[in-house]
C-alpha cells in the first residue's frame, strides 16, 4: 500500500463528507429561486453555513463561500486593498516574506498593477514571523500573514501581530488554511478583519472554502453579478459542497483536540526517526520541544544537504512513499523554498527541502515505512547532486 505523507497538500476526503455530498447533490434546487425546492436549498445552504461559522467563532453572516483558500485569500487582499484606497492613498501592505504563494502573487500583482508597496516583516531562523514593537498605520492598506506556515510548521504570534495592527489602525487578514482543523480557532476573539480558509484541507471537498469577513468590514468584490453573498461574492452557491464543508469542518472540531495528541507523537517519532536514520538531516522550524515558537502537530520539515530535495521526492514515490518538497514549482522548474531563504538559509540549504506532512489517516506504520527507505533515497540523491558539480579538466 502506497504511504501518504503529504497531507498539508490535501488530505482524504471523510466518508461522511462524501455520504453528505452525494446525497446532497440530488437535490434540485436554486437557493436564491423563491420556490419551495429553492428554498429547501437554501435552507441546506444556511444550515451549513451556521455549522462551519461555529467552528470558527464566527457569525454565520460572517462566512463568505469561494471557491477555495486562494480565491478566499484573493478576495480578502485584493478587496481590503482596493477598499482602503478608495478616497485615500494607502499603498503599504504589511506582509511577511515567508508566505503561501496565493498571498505572495497576490501582493505582488497589486504591486505590478496598482502601485502597492510591500513591506515586509521579517522571520526569525525558526519561521516565526518578527513582531514589530509598533507599526506606522497611516499609509498601510491591510496586514496579512499565515496562521500557520504551509512548508515549515511555525505556529505564528497571530493574537500579538493583530494587535499591533490594530493599535495602528491597520486592518488584518488572516490566512488560516492550514491552521484550520489543527489550532483553535475564534474569529471573534482575534478581532481581526478576515479570516481564509478551505474545505479539502480538513477532510472536506476541493473547490470550496471560505472567506470569514467581519460583518462590519468593506471590501470590493473580485467577481459581480448577482450579489448573492452580501454583495461580496456574487455566483450561484454550491449547495452540496458547502454541505460537505461543514460535516468535515464539524467532525474536524469534534476530534481536534485528540487528534492534536495523536499527531503529536506520531510527528516527534518522525523527527527523531529522521535523525537517527540521516544524521546530516537538518530540521526546519522550531523544534518539538523547548523552541521559542510552536511547531503544529501535522508538521515535519527537513533538510538533506548534499541531495535536491526533487531528487529525494521522485526516489520516496519510487519506493511507495508520497511527501512534497514544499517549495513552488514554476512550469516545471523547481524553485528553492522561499520560505527558508527568508529565515536566513542558503540556496543550497533550501533546494535540499523535503515536507513531511501527517492527517488524519496516518499511522505508525507509515512513519515507520518512511524511515526504512529514506537512507537509502538520501545515498542515491547525494551521489545525484555531487554529479552535478563541474567536472575536473583531464584524465
Request: contains cysteine; glycine residues 10%.
Amino acid at each position: 500500500m502506497p504511504v501518504y505523507l503529504d497531507h498539508a497538500a490535501t488530505t482524504p476526503m471523510r466518508p461522511e463528507a462524501i455520504a453528505a455530498y452525494t446525497e446532497a447533490m440530488g437535490v434540485v434546487g436554486n437557493p436564491s429561486s423563491i420556490h419551495s425546492q429553492g428554498q429547501q436549498a437554501r435552507r441546506m445552504l444556511e444550515e451549513a453555513r451556521e455549522t462551519i461559522a461555529a467552528t470558527l467563532g464566527a457569525e454565520p453572516i460572517e462566512v463568505v463561500f469561494t471557491s477555495g483558500g486562494t480565491e478566499a485569500i484573493n478576495l480578502a487582499v485584493k478587496g481590503m486593498y482596493w477598499a482602503r484606497n478608495s478616497g485615500a492613498r494607502r499603498p503599504r501592505i504589511l506582509v511577511p516574506g515567508g508566505e503561501h504563494h496565493a498571498t505572495l502573487d497576490t501582493v505582488e500583482w497589486l504591486e505590478r498593477a496598482e502601485g502597492a508597496e510591500p513591506s515586509w516583516l521579517p522571520l526569525d531562523a525558526e519561521g516565526a514571523i518578527v513582531v514589530p514593537d509598533v507599526i506606522e498605520g497611516s499609509d498601510a492598506a491591510l496586514m496579512t500573514f499565515l496562521a500557520v506556515n504551509n512548508e515549515v510548521g511555525t505556529v505564528q504570534p497571530v493574537a500579538a501581530l493583530a494587535e499591533v495592527a490594530r493599535d495602528a489602525g491597520v486592518p488584518v487578514h488572516v490566512d488560516a488554511v492550514a491552521a484550520y482543523g489543527h489550532l483553535p480557532l475564534d474569529f471573534a476573539r482575534l478581532g481581526v478583519e478576515a479570516l481564509s480558509v478551505s474545505a479539502h484541507k480538513i477532510g472536506g471537498p476541493v473547490g470550496i472554502g471560505a472567506l470569514i469577513l467581519n460583518r462590519t468590514s468593506t471590501v470590493v468584490p473580485l467577481i459581480h453579478g448577482g450579489g448573492q453573498q452580501r454583495q461580496v461574492r456574487s455566483g450561484t452557491q454550491d449547495v452540496a459542497a458547502a454541505v460537505s464543508f461543514a460535516v468535515a469542518a464539524r467532525a474536524a472540531e469534534a476530534e481536534r483536540e485528540a487528534e492534536t495528541a495523536r499527531l503529536t507523537a506520531l510527528r516527534d517519532r518522525l523527527i527523531h526517526g529522521v535523525r537517527a536514520a540521516v544524521p546530516e538531516a537538518v530540521l526546519s522550524g522550531p523544534e518539538p520541544e523547548g523552541a521559542r515558537a510552536a511547531r503544529v502537530a501535522s508538521n515535519v520539515h527537513f533538510t538533506f544537504p548534499g541531495a535536491q530535495g526533487d531528487s529525494l521526492l521522485f526516489l520516496l514515490d519510487l519506493a511507495g512513499v508520497s511527501v512534497s518538497t514544499g517549495s513552488a514549482c514554476q512550469a516545471g522548474i523547481p524553485e528553492p523554498s522561499h520560505v527558508l531563504l527568508a529565515m536566513g538559509r542558503s540556496e543550497t540549504e533550501a533546494r535540499s527541502a523535503l515536507r513531511f506532512t501527517l492527517g488524519r489517516t496516518s499511522t505508525e506504520a507509515d512513519v515507520d515505512a518512511l524511515l526504512a527507505v529514506i537512507p537509502g533515497a538520501y545515498a542515491q540523491a547525494s551521489r545525484a547532486g555531487l554529479a552535478e558539480r563541474s567536472p575536473r579538466l583531464g584524465r
